[in-house]
C-alpha cells in the first residue's frame, strides 16, 4: 500500500473522496444531489491545503484507490487542559470495503496524529461511526461526555 499525504494536485480525488465517504457514512443513495456539498469541499481543501489547516492522506493499491483520511487544525480559546487552545480534528476515515480488516485505517489514523503533535497539538478529537468505533478504541480514543450540540 501506498500512503500518499495529498497536494492541491490531488483536489479532485480529495473531493471525490469526500463524496463517497459522505455517502457511505450517512447512507445516501447515488441519487442524492451532493452537488454543493462537492463544490464546497473543493474548495475547502484548495484553501486548507494551502493554508496548512487541513492535512489529507491518499492511500493507493498501485493505482487503484484503497482509503484516505484527514485531520483539520483550528483555534478555540485556551483552556487549562489545553492551554495552546490549538485543535485537531480527524475526520474523512474511510477505507473500501475490500480493503477493509487490513491495517490501513489504523495507519492512517496513525500518521495523522503523528502530524498533529508534530505541530504541537494534544487536543485531537474525531466523530466515529459505529464500523470507526472499536478502530478508535484500540487505538486510544475515548468516549466525550462533556459535549453537546444544538440541532439545525
Known sequence: MIYKKATLDDLDILTETRIEVLRAANQLSD??????VKARSYEYYRKALRD???IAYLIFDGDKFAGAGGVSFFQVMPTYHNPSGRKAYIMNMYTKPE???RGIAFITLDLL??????KGITAISLEAT????PLYE?????EMWNEMELPQ
Open 31 to 36: 441519487d442524492a444531489d451532493m452537488s454543493e
Open 52 to 54: 496548512g489547516t487541513h
Open 99 to 101: 480493503y477493509r480488516r
Open 113 to 118: 496524529v503523528h502530524d498533529a503533535r508534530e
Open 130 to 133: 459505529a464500523m470507526g468505533r
Open 138 to 142: 484500540k487505538y486510544g480514543f475515548v
